[in-house]
């Protein structure tokens, strides 16, 4: 039996040992506050929300005049540009004309200073379209984010029930242990009184072995699965929680259930990115479509030259009104307008399938909550039977009437029985989250 109390230090030292030192109780809900505090991946889709809505700020820019301040400095005696810029610093008389050559100029140094002002008045719908399609786009990420953020909230879920299964599993199966090492010890005192023969005991021993290998390999998933915990949550992946159990079945109305298609095909974050998306392609069509418009424009620059840093000697001011009418682009135009169409109808029809595929989800996720109900009643009333069966296997095996085999298949019987209703019950619990995904809900 030295195997046997080995395998029970070991159940103690990583099983019991880190429960005496827990710091917390961690609930579901508390998890999952964690996880969309944390999460790094939530944290990108966050930023690409702020890229998003960076996009639509410039593109708002573009309705508004810009004002630009400009110095630069000029050394030249290219012939025509010295005598333009002695005009502008203000600084010719007819004198510099005759004393110098002109088509041999000395350098001139001249520092310019303007001040700029553009204001665009109209540019064929261009900007009022791309601010159109940046807000429904930035819309569209703001949409994303929630699909994200409810995505997580069920991966922390399932992640979290499926600890909470592995911990409960490896106390069943330590319970189950338990029995069959009574169960072998018991036919060990029956080989020794001569009670039954020497392969009974050893057909015990390996049923044993057999759910002592299953322990090992329960106790490891209930550690990986605290880890995938850990990691979701965005904590230390050594982090030890007491998890508080999931104690209530969500009950869900035949009135929530007839209407869930309806339901997800409304509240749907990612439908409604997809919405946001096709609005945004539609503005990006009109555009596109607004480059075969004139623009028009107008800019006023007041100058100031001179021959040292920031001098005024000379000045000017100048109006501008600019007109350009498109004549002839190469197809340049009809080509990006097309491809944006295209892009529209590409979204469209993703968008209609991904409708048909939320239907099946939705579909799917009550046909599970249906079975999964089901099979908590079925399982419970199994786990009654194979209790019962248990009882009276035990008594008979202890009068002689039944075999040791037969009492190992009860105990199999009852294990996989508890099994089952443990299964079943985390089982409907995960359809319930499912169902709550599909139809764009966080809830449980």
Excluded at 205 to 210: D, N, Q
Aim: glycine share 4%; net charge negative; no cysteine.
């Amino acid at each position: 039996m030295v195997k046997e109390v080995i395998m029970r230090l070991w159940v103690f030292v990583f099983l019991v040992v880190p429960q005496l030192l827990l710091a917390e109780t961690l609930t579901l809900q508390q998890a999952r506050e964690r996880a969309l505090q944390s999460n790094n991946l939530l944290k990108a889709q966050a930023s690409k929300v702020e890229a998003a809505e960076a996009v639509r700020n410039q593109a708002t820019s573009y309705r508004l005049p810009s004002l630009d301040i400009n110095s630069s400095y000029i050394r030249t005696n290219q012939p025509a540009s010295a005598f333009a810029l002695k005009m502008n610093q203000k600084d010719f008389s007819m004198m510099d004309f005759s004393m110098s050559d002109p088509n041999n100029p000395d350098y001139l140094d001249t520092y310019l200073t303007s001040i700029d002002l553009t204001f665009p008045l109209y540019t064929g719908g261009q900007v009022a379209s791309a601010v159109r399609a940046a807000e429904a786009q930035a819309e569209g990420y703001s949409h994303e984010y929630d699909r994200k953020r409810q995505e997580l909230l069920r991966q922390v879920t399932e992640v979290y029930l499926g600890s909470l299964l592995s911990g409960e599993y490896v106390h069943l199966i330590t319970k189950a242990r338990d029995t069959v090492a009574r169960h072998v010890k018991m036919a060990e005192d029956y080989f020794e009184t001569g009670f039954i023969v020497e392969s009974d005991v050893l057909r015990a021993r390996v049923e044993l072995s057999k759910i002592e290998d299953r322990l090992i390999t329960a106790s490891n998933k209930a550690r990986e699965a605290r880890l995938a915990l850990n990691i979701l949550m965005g904590t230390d992946p050594e982090s030890v929680f007491e998890l508080e159990p999931v104690t209530n079945l969500p009950e869900l109305s035949g009135e929530e259930l007839d209407a869930a298609v309806d339901t997800a095909l409304i509240s749907r974050p990612d439908l409604q990115f997809m919405n946001s998306m096709i609005e945004a392609l539609e503005h990006n069509v009109s555009r596109m479509e607004g480059q075969r418009l004139p623009s028009l424009g107008i800019k006023v620059s007041q100058e100031w030259y001179d021959d040292s840093f920031l001098g005024d000697t000379g000045d000017a001011t100048t109006f501008a009104v600019g007109l350009t009418v498109p004549v002839f682009s190469g197809g340049r135009i009809k080509s990006e307008v097309g491809e944006a169409r295209a892009h529209l109808s590409e979204m469209t029809h993703n968008l209609k399938a991904m409708e048909e595929g939320v239907v099946l989800q939705v579909k799917q996720s009550l046909y599970r909550i249906e079975e999964t109900k089901s099979r908590i009643g079925v399982a419970k009333g199994n786990e009654e039977a194979a209790e019962r069966n248990l009882s009276i296997v035990e008594e008979r095996y202890k009068k002689g009437i039944m075999k040791i085999t037969d009492l190992l298949d009860a105990d199999t019987a009852l294990t996989e029985a508890y099994t089952r209703t443990l299964t079943a019950r985390y089982d409907y619990l995960l359809a319930v989250e499912s169902y709550y995904l599909a139809t764009g809900k966080e809830e449980l």
